[in-house]
C-alpha cells in the first residue's frame, strides 16, 4: 500500500515546520514556502531524513503551483500573511496572501483531483464578539481586522469547493499558537524589545487584552486528532484552549523567566493594542473535546513552556 503524500504551503513557517516533523514519519512530504517569513533551518532536520523536499514558490504564481501541487494525497494549507497589523499599511496584502492564494491552491488542487484540505484559519473570523465562550455556530461573522477577513473568504471559498467538486475540508479557527520557531506575536515583540532595552518594556494598549495561547505541540496534536475522527465534508473546529492570558501577565512570565526584577513596563494606553484589535476574546472548544481532544496545557501554561522554548531555541542559535 502506497504512503500517504502530503503538500504543506508555509512549511518552512514557524506552524508549519512543526506539522512537517510530524508528516515525515507517515509519508513523504513538500514543503511549498516562499521563505519570507519561513526558515530553511526550521525544517533542516526534516529535509536531511530525505523524506521533506523544499519548492521555494509563491502561491501567487499560479504555474509553478499548479505543477508542484500534482500527484499528493492531501494539502495542509498554512501560508498566509502571519501577521494582522500588516494589513493596516498594505490593504491589498490579506486579499492576495490569503483570499487569493487560496483559490489559486484550490484550483490547483481541482485541475489535479486531489480532493482533501486542512486550513489554518483563525478565531479573528469571528469579529468583535461578547465576553462568552465563542462556539462555531456563532454568527454572523463580522471581522474587524482585514487578517480576520481575507481567512473568512478563504474559508467560504474553500467550503465552496467542497460543495462543488467533491472535495472535503478541515478547518482550524486557531486561537493564538506559542512555542519554538515563533516568528511573531506577543511574545516575540517582547523579546526583540527587551534585546534593544531591558530598563523598559512597552506594551501596546492597556495590557488588559485577553485571549487563549495554545502551544505548539497541543495545535499539532489537535490537528491531527480532528482529521482523523471528523468525517464531514466541511469539518470547523475551534482549536484552542478554555482558558485565558492577559498580556500584562505574558510581560510578567517573559520578565521572570529572563531573570529581569528592574524592567519597568509602560504602556501605550487604550483598550485595543492596535486597529483590528480583539481586546477580549474566548473560543468554545466543546465541539473538540466532545470528539476526543482537550489542550494538555493551560493558556498560562502555555504561555510559560513557550517563553522557556523560544529563549532555549534563541540561545541555540547563537552558539
Keep these: ?104 491552491l484550490l484550483e490547483a488542487m481541482r485541475i489535479h483531483n486531489i480532493e482533501n484540505i486542512v486550513f489554518a484559519s483563525s478565531g479573528t473570523v469571528y469579529g468583535e464578539v461578547p465576553p462568552i465562550p465563542v462556539p462555531e455556530n456563532y454568527g454572523p461573522e463580522l471581522p474587524i481586522s482585514l487578517y480576520g477577513a481575507g481567512k473568512l473568504a478563504s474559508e467560504g471559498l474553500i467550503s465552496a469547493f467542497c460543495g462543488t467538486f467533491g472535495m472535503q475540508a478541515w478547518i482550524y479557527r486557531f486561537a493564538n499558537i506559542v512555542g519554538s520557531r515563533a516568528t511573531h506575536g506577543v511574545i516575540t515583540d517582547f523579546i526583540r524589545k527587551l534585546a534593544q532595552d531591558q530598563s523598559v518594556l512597552e506594551i501596546l494598549g492597556d495590557g488588559c487584552q485577553r485571549k487563549p495561547y495554545l502551544h505548539i505541540e497541543d495545535c499539532i496534536e489537535g490537528l491531527f486528532f480532528g482529521i482523523c475522527h471528523a468525517r464531514e465534508k466541511v469539518n470547523v473546529f475551534n482549536l484552542g484552549c478554555t482558558s485565558t492570558t492577559d498580556v500584562h501577565t505574558i510581560a510578567m512570565i517573559l520578565t521572570e523567566e529572563m531573570g529581569l526584577t528592574e524592567t519597568r513596563l509602560v504602556y501605550s494606553g487604550g483598550e485595543r493594542g492596535w486597529p483590528g484589535d480583539v481586546p477580549l476574546f474566548r473560543c468554545d472548544t466543546t465541539k473538540m473535546s466532545k470528539l476526543g481532544w482537550t489542550a494538555r496545557y493551560t493558556s498560562d501554561e502555555a504561555v510559560r513552556k513557550a517563553v522557556q522554548d523560544i ?9
Design 1 to 104: 500500500m502506497s504512503e500517504t503524500r502530503y503538500f504543506v504551503t508555509g512549511g518552512a513557517g514557524f506552524i508549519g515546520s512543526h506539522l512537517v516533523n510530524k508528516l515525515v514519519g507517515s509519508g513523504p512530504v513538500t514543503i511549498y514556502d516562499n521563505l519570507s517569513v519561513g526558515k530553511p533551518e526550521f525544517i533542516k532536520a526534516s529535509l536531511a531524513s530525505g523524506r521533506a523536499r523544499l519548492i521555494q514558490g509563491d502561491l501567487l504564481d499560479v504555474e509553478k503551483l499548479t505543477r508542484a501541487v500534482d500527484e499528493h494525497d492531501i494539502v495542509f494549507h498554512l501560508a498566509a500573511n502571519p501577521e494582522a497589523r500588516r494589513g493596516i499599511e498594505n490593504t491589498r496584502l490579506d486579499l492576495q496572501q490569503e483570499t487569493v492564494a487560496t483559490y489559486n
Design 311 to 319: 529563549l532555549q531555541w534563541e540561545a541555540c542559535l547563537c552558539r
